[in-house]
């Protein structure tokens, strides 16, 4: 472990907010956490109002991030240093954005705060934030912003301006969620393994019950979609099926189908499900989970096999344990994490 050479001493300068709903989650998998460091002095003694911190976290709540913990720091390199190894350190934020302190100012060290606690460099995200201001302004070149890993946290730095900052992030919003993906990951990750994309989260909150269409859900280790009839300790926690497989039959009949109408957990695109085999680890959205069955034994009242003469769920459709907490969303990624073990159990 690398250790940061700058000396924390007790500061009470700057603001500090911790989301206490997340704390809870601290034992549990953090893909998807997100902690957010405004640096700026006059912030810091409340003669500035801060805008690029709330726009930064407005983003990453957009787009599926759960923002744990958000501060304001003075330009101060010890400082910085004690908030970045506490959020990586204490908090085990999977994300870690700071902005402001990157210009030529005598003042702006947060590169080289960031520098001082990073294990590794990843120079590739600040390559690709400037190249895409250099598109808007050639001040772009000047930003001196630094990327790179401490433990299982990616740090980045942002721009202090918001609209710069929103520029350089919404730049790298979908690469950095990949790079946490693998980071955060059991085993080796593909960039090229095949990935689907959510189409819909559903539940059910009693069995037999049609499952609906819902924002968003929480994956919980070892038990399955909190607050979904079928979860539990067993291995058919939530089920997972191919929007490909719906329109097999979808032609078939003369009423719409709907998320949730074959009791799937979450309909995906982009992936033939029912082609891994058991023991594929698999992330959807920030949970890892597993497969542990391909397809079920029809119910004998299925509305759909009745008006269609078939259904693709008991063929198709796939099933998992969750294995680390999680959650999903419309719009996020299923993708391959491993191949299975030969020796794969389901507890």
Not at 88 to 111: C, E, M, Q, Y
Request: proline letters at 4%; hydrophobic letters at 35%.
């Amino acid at each position: 472990m690398k250790d940061c050479n700058c000396k924390h001493e007790n500061n009470e300068k700057g603001a500090a907010t911790v989301h206490d709903h997340d704390l809870a989650d601290r034992d549990g998998a953090q893909s998807y956490t997100a902690a957010v460091i405004t640096v700026s002095d006059k912030a810091s003694r409340g003669e500035r109002e801060d805008t690029s911190g709330p726009a930064v976290s407005r983003i990453l709540s957009e787009n599926g991030w759960n923002v744990i913990y958000e501060s304001i720091v003075p330009d101060d390199a010890d400082r910085i240093c004690m908030e970045l190894t506490h959020c990586a350190d204490k908090l085990g934020a999977a994300l870690i954005l700071t902005s402001g302190g990157t210009g030529f100012s005598p003042r702006d060290v947060t590169p080289e705060a960031t520098m001082a606690v990073l294990e590794r460099v990843v120079p590739g995200i600040p390559e690709a934030m400037r190249a895409a201001s250099m598109k808007i302004t050639p001040h772009g070149c000047l930003s001196r912003v630094v990327a790179g890993i401490r433990r299982s946290s990616l740090i980045i730095n942002l721009p202090g301006s918001e609209k710069a900052a929103r520029e350089n992030l919404l730049s790298v919003i979908r690469p950095i969620r990949h790079g946490v993906e693998m980071l955060r990951s059991s085993s080796s990750a593909d960039c090229g393994a095949p990935t689907a994309r959510i189409v819909a989260v559903c539940i059910s909150e009693k069995k037999g019950e049609q499952k609906h269409a819902v924002d968003e859900v929480s994956l919980l280790a070892k038990h399955g979609i909190e607050g979904d009839a079928h979860a539990g300790k067993w291995h058919r926690q939530v089920s997972l099926l191919g929007e490909e497989s719906v329109a097999k039959l979808q032609e078939r009949i003369n009423f719409k189908l709907k998320p949730g109408d074959f009791a799937e957990n979450i309909l995906t695109r982009g992936l033939v499900l029912y082609e891994l085999p058991v023991g594929t680890r698999l992330m959807v959205g920030s949970a890892l989970c597993e497969v542990t069955q391909i397809g079920k034994t029809c119910h004998e009242d299925c509305a759909i096999r009745k008006a269609a003469g078939d259904c693709v769920m008991p063929r198709e459709g796939i099933f998992v344990k969750v294995l680390q907490d999680g959650t999903a969303r419309a719009g996020n990624s299923v993708r391959i994490v491993s191949k299975p073990t030969e020796d794969a159990s389901l507890f």
